[in-house]
């Protein structure tokens, strides 16, 4: 089974996000995105959809409910360790199975706050 790899870029330069379509290296460094040469950050596709729908990405801020046991709001990153991608928050890490509900609020460059603000119960 196969499945197209995605990325998408926070554009520094532009303070924007965009859509990959085209990714140039050089000696082992990126070099251009989209054929430019702004500053960019490669945010990889996980694969999985939030409940809405939403494609998630590395960078994606998302609320999680881990079937009853965890409900946290983080960051999604890639654990080099466990070889997946899990979220993150200041206080736990959790890989992304076992998921009972999950949905993209956010992400880190264009709404870093929701990681710091407390959860109204």
Known sequence: MSREIEFRAWDK????????????????ELYK????????????STGLLDK???????????????V??????????????????GIKNKDWYEML????SIEVIGNIYESPNLLTQKKES
């Not at 330069?13 to 082992?28: A, C, L, P, S």
């Open 97 to 100: 199975n076992g998921i009972k």
């Open 13 to 28: 330069d532009r303070n924007e996000m965009t859509k990959v379509y085209e990714i140039q290296w050089y000696f082992g």
């Open 33 to 44: 995105v989209n054929g430019e040469r702004n500053v960019y950050e490669l945010m990889q």
């Open 68 to 85: 009853g046991y965890l409900y946290i709001t983080g960051a999604v990153e890639w654990s080099f360790n466990n070889a997946a991608f």
């Open 52 to 66: 809405n729908g939403v494609e998630i990405y590395e960078g994606d801020i998302v609320d999680a409910d881990f």
